[in-house]
């Protein structure tokens, strides 16, 4: 089982719709829990940062962890063609270890 | 500009050869890496280095060694190259153990 698990999609979204995007992790320690947005082309960058469980906002995004049941959200309200790009949870497993999941190719139609 | 910037952006080459790819962050992170993207874009880490320090190698061949001159720099030297090593590498850094990666743009390395 890997570490972290995730839909590769593609998912296709008309705009102005609410993206949900989500994945799974396999041990209950990990404790910090991240999205990265990456275009095309380009390295990935970071999105949100959440510790533990609850909910984090930053605009028209959501980051959601629930650890009971080892799941990890991220929410886009208002979806542009700009939020176009695949888009990748991530965990620290260990010192200085991060693990990712496979990523989420997400496309948004003007 | 503030950022981890990589060279070269695109590397070509013949099975067998030796390639080098450059790191370097002006970030004052202490904590810099490396990670290869395969075809289905899965990230996975191959080496962490802090303060010139190696602290994680993961199942990488030999063939692959990371140099840090210092800790702004971390090189990546690839001896023998074989057609799977053809991927892209990202280069990364970060201020310490639970900080968040800042990645640079990658190195698309295909070997023929």
């Known amino acids: 089982q890997k570490e972290v698990e995730q839909d590769p999609g593609p998912l296709s979204v008309p705009e102005g719709a609410i993206v949900s995007l989500n994945c799974t992790y396999s041990n209950s320690a990990f404790q910090y829990f991240m999205w990265y947005r990456q275009y095309s082309r380009k390295g990935p960058e970071l999105l949100m940062y959440t510790y533990s469980s609850g909910n984090k906002e930053d605009g028209r995004f959501t980051a959601q962890v629930d650890k009971s049941s080892k799941y990890i959200s991220l929410f886009i309200r208002d979806s542009q063609p700009s939020d176009s790009a695949t888009y990748l949870c991530?965990?620290?497993?260990?010192?200085?270890?991060?693990?990712f999941g496979q990523g989420t190719r997400l496309t948004i139609n003007p | 500009d503030t950022a981890v910037s990589q060279t070269p952006k695109y590397l070509v080459t013949q099975m067998g050869n030796d390639k080098s790819i450059k790191c370097e962050q002006n970030?004052?992170?202490?904590?810099m890496y490396w990670y290869k993207q395969d075809s289905k874009k899965f990230l996975k880490i191959m080496f962490s280095?802090?303060?010139?320090?190696?602290?994680i190698n993961e199942t990488v061949p030999n063939r692959f060694s990371p140099k840090s001159p210092d800790k702004a720099h971390l090189n990546l030297h690839i001896n023998s190259l074989e057609l799977g090593d053809s991927a892209v590498y990202f280069c990364?850094?970060?201020?310490?153990?639970?900080?968040?990666?800042?990645f640079g743009n990658g190195t698309r390395l295909t070997v023929t």
């Open positions: 280095y802090n303060n010139k320090e190696l602290i």
């Open positions: 970030l004052g992170h202490d904590t």
């Open positions: 991530a965990t620290i497993q260990g010192a200085q270890k991060l693990v």
């Open positions: 990364a850094s970060s201020q310490d153990l639970d900080s968040p990666l800042h």
